[in-house]
């Protein structure tokens, strides 16, 4: 490798700083000679005194404690150096700091363990197939007739259909969406007019769990692992507004969204009322009402179903009104609130008790 003649030389009048073995600075003991260039660096010449001491014993600058580099740099990135009891040297990856950010700020996050399907004529063609679609976004601006098919079978299978613009679909995808993405559903979406018919021809006591905008995917699958734990038939949950079942969801649930149906409908409010005309007791569990769980006022070993609302606000005022009764857990802490997916696990095992006390 050839030399390089170009880098400047240091200046012939700089004043540099030594120490002794102690740390001790010492007065310069030379001066630059007048005939060294600029490209020349300055030579370190040896005193009597370090060779009566010996080779070993140089007159060379020691650097104080402050102006040593933390560590050296290789291609893993910065290391640090540092010295174990027996003396052997211990490299070790600096920890990463607060300051430290992303090279790439600008590019969106990577993309999620869910499988999605990206372009119009594959989305259209997985619908068509019948394949279990979570949600679809499309891109705002794009109107043709391949969207307006893909609406048509998406509403038939209640699957939401969402008109974004293009900054949305590139954070949920770096790859070439085509203006449109769906989301599969690892689990398949059962009808709700068929699981009730077939509890009532197998002679089962429905029990039914309706979710109104339950959107935290782990509270939704603590839920559906409540349910299951404690007799559930079947959870039922709006198509829109709803929490995604993804990853998460199922690693929460421990496994049961894999056993328990799930049904998604379209129309909450219709939902609610063809249940009641269908024999099923609809009880609302929130805080507004007067009658409490314990009183025992209900009789919850009929067929049931429970519906409990956001973690927000509650149940929708318009889904309380077809509620045949409202019951309330007692507490008697100052946070007059739980989270839903405990407060549905205190549902739950109401009705089971009185279920359980019923059979004796």
Known sequence: MEKRTNRPGRPVTERRQYFDSQNRPVPNRRTPRED??????????????????GDEQFNEPRRRDEDRPEGRRDEGGFREEGRREGGHREEGRRPASSSDKPRYPHRPAQDRSIDMIFGLRPILEALSAG????????????????????N????????????????????ITRKN?????????PIDYMPLDNILAGLYEEGKTPLLLVLDRITDVRNFGSIARNAECLGVHAIVVPSHGAAQINGDALKT?????????????HNL???????????????????????????????????????????????SPEYLRLADHKLRIPMAGQISSLNVSVASGIMLYEVLRQRLGAVK
């Open 269 to 315: 409010k219709q939902t609610l009322t063809f249940l009641r005309e269908s024999g099923v007791q609809v009880v609302a569990c929130t805080e507004k009402s007067d009658a409490s769980l314990e009183a025992e006022t209900v009789d919850l070993t009929g067929p049931l179903a429970i519906l409990m609302g956001s973690e927000e606000d509650g149940i």
């Open 253 to 265: 649930s421990a496994g049961a969204l894999n056993l328990i149906p799930v049904c998604r409908e």
């Open 152 to 171: 048509a079978l998406a509403r038939e299978a209640s699957v939401p259909v969402s008109m974004v613009p293009v900054e949305k679909l590139d954070n």
């Open 36 to 53: 060294q260039g600029r490209d020349e660096a300055p030579r370190f010449e040896r005193s009597r005194a370090d060779d009566s001491r």
């Open 131 to 150: 394949r279990t679609l979570d949600k679809i976004f499309l891109l705002r601006a794009t109107k043709n007739s391949m969207t307006q098919d893909i």
């Open 177 to 185: 969406h085509q203006g449109a993405v769906a989301f599969v559903s």
